[in-house]
Each structure stands twice: as C-alpha cells, then as structure tokens.
C-alpha cells in the first residue's frame, strides 16, 4: 500500500529484549537482581560492557561502556563474563514463549523478533491485547526478570523505531493516521541504519532534525540518500508497507558468515593470530557445513596496536577496545567449496599477502569472513569431482566434533589456540545450537 489513505491498522509487532544479557544474569543469579550489573566480552579494563542491567544505566554505565570506565563510576559495580551458550538459550525459550502467542516471522538478531499480524489481529484494540499476552508469556515461560519493549506499526521499519521510543518494558504504536507527525520529535539516529557516519553525512545536506527530513518530498528523500532507499525511507516514515514500487528489496538470504576475535596478550604475535584465525577458519567451516552453504569468498582482517610515535606517523583508528592502531584487509575469490582443508590453503595464502614491519608486529584482532554463500541445492560440482576427498575428511571431522564439542579434531595449525577464541556474543548472529556447542 504505497498511496491512498491507510486503514488505522498494525501491521507487525517489534519485540525488542531489554537489557537482554544483563537480564538473563539476574534471573539466573537472584543476588545480582536490583544491582547495577554490566556483561563484559574481556575483563580487562579496556574491554568495553556488551550489556549493562537498568541500575547501572541510570548511573551511566552503558553498552561500550569501557570496564575500567565502568570502575571508576561505581567501585560496587558486579562484573560478570558474557555466556553465549545461556544467552543463546534463553533467547530460544523467548521465542518459544512468543510463539505461544504469535508466529514470529523474523529474528533480526539475538534479543529482538518480529511477528506479522494477520486479520483482526491488525486491529488496535487486538494488537495491543496481543503484545500484552507476549509480555505475559515471556515472564511465566522464561523468568519474571526478562523484560521487552514492543513497538507495534503498519510496517517492520516504524515497528523497530517504536520499540525503542519507551524503555524498559514499553508499549509503543505508531497508527498511520498518527504519522509522521508521532516521529517529528525524535533525532535522526533513531532511524534504524543512521549511524554517526550517516548522520555526519545528512548535517553536510542541511539535514539535521527529524522535522527537516520528514519536510522533504519523495524526490527530495531520494536526491538526499542517492538511491532508492531515499524512496523506501519516504514511504515506511508515513506507515507505507512497501514504498520501493517495484524496485528490489533486500532479501533475508544470508550472504556472509564468519568470526572475529580480540587477541589474548599472548597471542599478539604473528604465530599467535595465525593460531587464532586458524581456529576462527574451523569454527567458520563447520557453520558453513552445518547451514548448508558453499562459498566462494573468504575476507580477512587483522588489526595492528601502534606505539604512541608510530601513530603520529600514519592513519590511525581507534578500536573499541581502545587500541589505537591500523588495520589490514584482503579478499580471496575462488571455486566454491565447503571443506576446511580447501578453505584452509585459501587462508594460507592470503594470510602470506599480509603486511611486514615494525608498525605491523603486534596485531590485537583477527577476522575471518565466508562469503558468496551458495545454497547447497544450487551449487554445481566441479568436472573432476572433489580432490582428496576433502568433503568426506570434512564430514568425518564433524560428526566428531558435533558429539564431542566443536574443538576435539581440528588440524594442528590451530593447536596453540583451541582453547582461546570462545564463542562470542554476536547481537546479529542468531545463536544455533550444533551438537554440544552453540555457535
């Protein structure tokens, strides 16, 4: 529905977790409950918070919140290692929970879901009985500590926005007959996908309010981004459920799927990362077999910490982590493939492309990215078949590892690092449980 006036009506309820990882800690932990609480990825005190309970945000401490930051602001502050394997889990009991309610149609990421309504169910006084029920359901299957927001509209984009106009525990709907005036007061980075890079770019339009950009026409919204996402943003603001007019819409198909991870001390070294990346490869692989995918790209990443007199000599960026440093990058195309040895020559030759000197000694991150997925219904073998019977090696390795943890056979390339890069919080990852592990 892209014109015309639009019945008062919801079309999709946002379900959005609050404090979702922090929460998950005080309802496993009753001591932790009132208490300012924040979940870190590392402990160390320039690690940053992935998650922070409500009392530590009304004193401040949020997500990025630097550990050592976090200290200092409240010494009594109760730190606490984030654990996928129980996040991954809750958030499954949450969308069983949900489901009692309402089917859940998409999963954006690990803390928030999407349920489409249907028939009455769009009718206000229903919608809202609906969301009450989610509410309900979610503290009697799930815990009385998990709280969400629910932001109720007639498409996913004003549906994600509502969500967080009221938090913790809101109840937000934003009717057609309401917009765009119901969104005029917020700021520009409430927009889903206006980050500061974005909202830099905006102010250098002139646009730097709410108001201003909901003044512009259709033609204005697309001058002003360049692309027909100026057209779909101008449509979904005034409750339009499409707005792209036969233009493509992005896909829900994965196209990308990999690992990263921030160097332990002893591994920022060239043996240790190289370690660490082989590790990530095999973690990468057998998601990539268990998913059913090939790929035909492999991205890598290192991050490099630089010394005080080497960052006043080159471009410098700084990490979360507060590392200043610089970065290298590389992507390798080649035939489609699934098997971790095949993937592993691709790593190795890459990694051998890296860069030399005293500024690229210490690498503190390493990422590593599978890309071009291929289903496996439509992926072609080669004339020749497999060499090796790599995919066997493959499949006789994961049948081992998905009974006994995903670690027990690996190549010996990734020994000195099986026990670092754990699975880690991934907010956009939607955690799935392969044999003994989540991943």
Aim: hydrophobic fraction near 35%.
């Amino acid at each position: 529905m892209t014109a015309g006036v639009q019945p008062d009506r919801f079309g999709f309820l946002h379900i959005d977790l609050n404090s979702f990882f922090a929460s998950v800690e005080q309802e496993l932990h009753p001591e932790y409950r009132g208490k300012p609480l924040g979940v870190c990825g590392t402990m160390a005190d320039t690690g940053a918070l992935i998650a922070a309970s409500y009392e530590a945000k009304a004193l401040g401490i949020n997500t990025l919140t630097k550990v050592g930051d976090a200290k200092r602001i409240c010494p009594e502050i109760i730190l606490v290692s984030g654990s996928h394997t129980q996040y991954s889990e809750f958030s499954h009991k949450i969308a069983a929970a949900v489901e009692r309610c309402c089917p859940v149609a998409h999963t954006p990421s690990i803390d928030e879901m999407v349920c489409q309504l249907i028939g009455r169910e769009r009718e206000p006084p229903n919608a809202r009985r609906i969301a009450m029920e989610i509410k309900q359901a979610i503290k009697d299957d799930v815990g009385s500590t998990l709280r969400c927001s629910i932001g109720m509209a007639p498409n996913r984009y004003l549906a994600k926005i509502a969500s967080d106009m009221q938090k913790p525990d809101g109840l937000i709907g934003l009717l057609p007959s309401q917009l765009p005036r119901a969104i005029a007061h917020l700021v520009l980075r409430d927009l889903p996908g206006v980050g500061a890079k974005t909202e830099k770019r905006l102010n250098a339009k002139g646009i730097t309010t709410m108001e201003q950009l909901l003044a512009l026409d259709r033609p204005g919204m697309h001058k002003l981004w360049d692309s027909v996402w100026g057209d779909r943003l101008f449509h979904w603001l005034r409750g339009s459920d499409t707005g792209d007019d036969g233009a493509p819409v992005p896909t829900d198909v994965q196209k990308s799927l990999g690992h990263s991870h921030v160097l332990g001390p002893e591994f920022r070294s060239d043996e240790g990362a190289w370690s660490v990346a082989h590790k990530l490869l095999h973690k990468a692989s057998m998601r990539l077999r268990m998913e059913k995918f090939y790929c035909g790209s492999m991205a890598v990443s290192v991050k490099y910490a630089l010394t005080r007199e080497q960052s006043q000599r080159m471009e410098t960026k700084k990490h979360s982590s507060g590392i200043q440093g610089t970065s290298w990058g590389m992507e390798a195309r080649f035939r489609e493939c699934q098997d971790t040895l095949s993937l592993l020559d691709v790593l190795r030759k890459t990694w051998a492309k890296r860069p030399q000197g005293p500024e690229y000694a210490k690498p503190f991150f390493v990422g590593v990215t599978l890309k071009e997925l291929v289903p496996e219904s439509d992926h072609q073998d080669g004339l020749f078949g497999e060499p090796d019977n790599r995919n066997q090696l493959s499949a006789t390795m994961d049948k081992l590892n998905l009974k006994y943890g995903h670690s027990t056979l690996h190549f010996a390339g990734m020994l000195p690092a099986r026990e670092t890069a754990p699975t880690r919080i991934a907010f956009t990852q939607i955690p799935v449980q392969y044999g003994a592990d989540w991943m």
